[in-house]
């Protein structure tokens, strides 16, 4: 959602290991042969299209080496769209090779129009050092008025809105032509953002160990926290949770209410079970679900409407407003609830869950991977694509329901979904990798050796 958070931890990296814990991997490898073969079957297969989602633009961000690294996507206000990367030098983001020849790890900020024009891309540099000097995103989001802010890791000595940082975790703010306004040092990496129509910054993680955010040590042993900063990055909460698990992402409602997402270990299991939280604008703890009878985490949050929107990934056998989820084997799922956490709607994902997002309308836009040959059980069908969870959909549903609106699929071999926006327009927007042909609605894209990001928009 414009305006609110975008999530994190070198999210690439994250997915992968999320998905390997889940049983749903990066998918079959394929042989060159079968690679040709099934990318020509692939291309002749109709896709669904239904009323809406179509393609708007589409564009590639790619490296001179295998390290492209989209971490998030988010739209402003006026449904502008910005990118955050991880990737070496030379970069091109569209209009020609950035940065030194020396494959630098830089972080990459991009904006584009509506329309999908690159309006600027901005490089953030760590400074020469001992060591190997690297600047790593790690969560995006937009303010009220545009300026954008966001976390990171640098390997010390970055300047930023004329302060030079120490090695380690940061939060900055910037303009909305990407200059430095500010910059602070955090005690941990904060790997989720969120920020209200005050301006007020909410930064999500996992804490491990005993750090100091600003109003004396708080300790955890891997424990979400939360911690609220205003509009000039002055310390105004932190909540850290009594419960041990994971934060995996971060939403906030039209009243600056915030949900958590992540697992929770669950004792006597040594596995997580999936959980959803939310905290006052002001951090006080006000209800937590948890899908007991599941193993798996929430990986995605959206708020608006008074609706909350949670998916993820579980094993196991859930009842949710009296309709029985089952997943003898891992399953995606979608749930809705209400804003005091009574359950709405639940849907399955397949086999693989998604990325959620809710539009300023009815809809919930949902995008991921699936395996060729699945049904989903949306009304969807048998999905053509290749074997392996390495195809690409986005679909929406209605809010209220649950019902399937608008469905896409884009086949390809290797495909990985990292982010996804939609804007107050309501236009939905995914960033990711591809390192095999696929066609996002404009024609076959080709990548170069490795990992090479993309992202593309489609219309409401």
């Not at 998030?72 to 990367?85: P, Q």
């Not at 790890?105 to 760590?126: E, F, H, I």
Request: proline content about 6%; some cysteine.
């Amino acid at each position: 959602m414009a305006g609110e958070m975008k999530r994190a931890y070198p999210q690439s990296v994250l997915l992968l290991v999320m998905a390997v814990l889940a049983g749903c991997g990066p998918g079959e490898e394929l042989l060159a042969e079968d690679l040709a073969q099934q990318e020509l079957a692939a291309r002749t297969v109709p896709r669904r299209r239904d009323t809406g989602g179509q393609t708007q633009w589409v564009h590639t961000v790619r490296s001179a080496t295998d390290t492209d690294a989209p971490v998030a996507v988010v739209h402003d206000s006026r449904g502008n769209l910005l990118t955050l990367g991880n990737h070496r030098t030379p970069v091109d983001a569209g209009e020609g090779p950035l940065g030194s020849s020396s494959g630098a790890s830089v972080l990459v900020l991009s904006k584009y129009s509506m329309q999908g024009r690159l309006l600027w891309t901005r490089l953030l540099v760590a400074p020469a050092g001992t060591g190997t000097p690297y600047v790593r995103g790690l969560a995006l989001a937009v303010e009220p008025y545009d300026s954008v802010v966001l976390t990171g890791v640098q390997s010390g000595g970055l300047e930023l809105g004329g302060r030079v940082l120490p090695a380690g975790a940061f939060l900055a703010r910037v303009d909305g032509n990407g200059e430095p306004l500010w910059a602070r040092a955090l005690p941990t990496t904060a790997t989720e953002l969120a920020v209200n129509t005050r301006g007020h910054i909410t930064t999500a993680g996992t804490l491990t160990g005993r750090v100091d955010f600003g109003n004396g040590p708080v300790t955890g042993a891997s424990n979400p926290y939360l911690v609220q900063y205003d509009a000039q990055g002055t310390l105004r909460w932190v909540f850290v949770d009594s419960a041990r698990g994971v934060s995996m992402d971060l939403a906030q409602d039209d009243a600056g209410e915030l949900y958590l997402a992540g697992g929770r270990f669950v004792p006597p299991s040594p596995l997580l079970t999936p959980f959803l939280s939310r905290l006052t604008s002001e951090g006080t703890p006000q209800w937590t679900r948890q899908l007991e009878g599941a193993t798996g985490v929430a990986m995605s949050v959206a708020a608006h409407g008074g609706v909350v929107a949670v998916s993820g990934y579980f094993t196991g056998k859930i009842v949710f407003r009296g309709q029985e989820l089952a997943a003898p084997t891992s399953r995606g799922f979608a749930l809705a609830y209400g804003k005091e956490g009574d359950a709405q709607w639940g849907s399955l994902l397949g086999s693989t869950w998604g990325l959620l997002e809710m539009d300023q309308g009815s809809g919930v836009v949902v995008a991921g991977r699936y395996t060729g040959g699945e049904d989903f059980g949306l009304g969807l069908g048998t999905l053509e694509g290749y074997p392996g969870a390495t195809n690409v959909y986005v679909l929406r549903l209605q809010r209220s329901t649950g019902k399937l609106q608008w469905s896409q699929t884009y086949p390809s071999a290797q495909a990985l979904p990292v982010d996804l926006s939609v804007s107050s327009y309501g236009e939905s927007a995914l960033t990711g990798t591809f390192r095999a042909p696929v066609d996002f609605g404009t024609g076959p894209l080709s990548p170069a050796p490795g990992a090479n990001a993309f992202v593309f928009q489609l219309a409401r």
